[in-house]
């Protein structure tokens, strides 16, 4: 039961240009959603997250979109740099029924090409 | 800058072993997580852990699987009698607040080998 889904494993991106990664759900009842980055043998780091009751959060290079609707989110990256290059995993929970569990999708390999 | 630390980076074991990967979370945050990843995998939830008991947990956390905070620092996950499919990167994370709200700070993570 794949409840947040990254389409595309992989994404190649001119430096400078804009990265968007692409992230969906199924489960209606989702209401945080949060981005992380992955380097090889590392733990994953936080970037951004955005609520529900928001549709865009920036910080800094960093822009996440949130549709309710079509149950998709995306995170913009720019410009995009050359240590952009990494695994990018969207994540979800709901917030509202006691759970406390964040549930991931499969990672988006970028690289940024210099 | 706090982090999670966690402990070993990579541990070998023979089937049927148990394992203990440790966890020092940040000192201030009071929810606590186990995640896997397996080889290419996406990471999976495990465990959370607050107040000193489960809140919830995984159907991949089944009985081989336990979790304990022995003392105000570290944070556990024992697997009782390792199989081949246990082998995976073993996450720990914590958090300030809980109920899926604020973001999770990961450790390093711990490499289990089960051969």
């Known amino acids: 039961d794949q409840q947040v889904k990254q389409n595309s494993p992989s994404l190649s991106v001119q430096e400078g240009r804009i990265s968007i990664l692409n992230c969906d759900y199924t489960?209606?009842?989702?209401?945080?959603f949060l981005w992380y980055k992955k380097y090889p043998a590392e733990g994953p780091t936080f970037l951004i997250s955005?609520?529900?009751?928001?549709d865009k959060n920036e910080d800094g290079r960093f822009t996440v979109f949130l549709n309710k609707s079509a149950k998709h989110l995306s995170l913009h990256i720019v410009p995009s740099q050359p240590g952009d290059s990494a695994v990018y995993f969207c994540?979800?929970?709901?917030?509202?029924?006691?759970?406390?569990?964040?549930?991931f999708g499969t990672g988006t390999r970028l690289k940024v090409l210099a | 800058e706090p982090e999670v630390t966690q402990t070993p980076s990579h541990q070998v074991t023979q089937m049927g072993q148990e394992v203990i990967l440790r966890c020092v979370p940040i000192?201030?945050?009071?929810?606590f997580y186990w995640y896997r990843q397996i080889l290419g995998q996406k990471v999976e939830f495990l465990v959370s852990?607050?107040?000193?008991?489960?809140?919830?947990k995984s159907e991949i956390f089944d009985d081989q699987f336990s979790v304990e905070r022995p003392d105000g620092s570290n944070f556990t996950l024992k697997i009782r009698s390792t199989k081949l499919e246990d082998s995976a990167m073993y996450f720990c994370?914590?958090?300030?607040?809980?109920?899926?709200?604020?973001?999770?700070?990961f450790g390093e993570g711990s490499r289990l080998t089960v051969l």
């Open positions: 994370a914590s958090s300030e607040g809980g109920r899926g709200a604020g973001e999770l700070f």
């Open positions: 489960n209606s009842m989702f209401d945080y």
């Open positions: 955005i609520s529900s009751i928001k």
């Open positions: 994540a979800a929970s709901r917030t509202t029924s006691g759970t406390y569990k964040y549930i």
């Open positions: 000192s201030n945050h009071l929810y």
């Open positions: 852990f607050y107040n000193n008991e489960i809140s919830e």
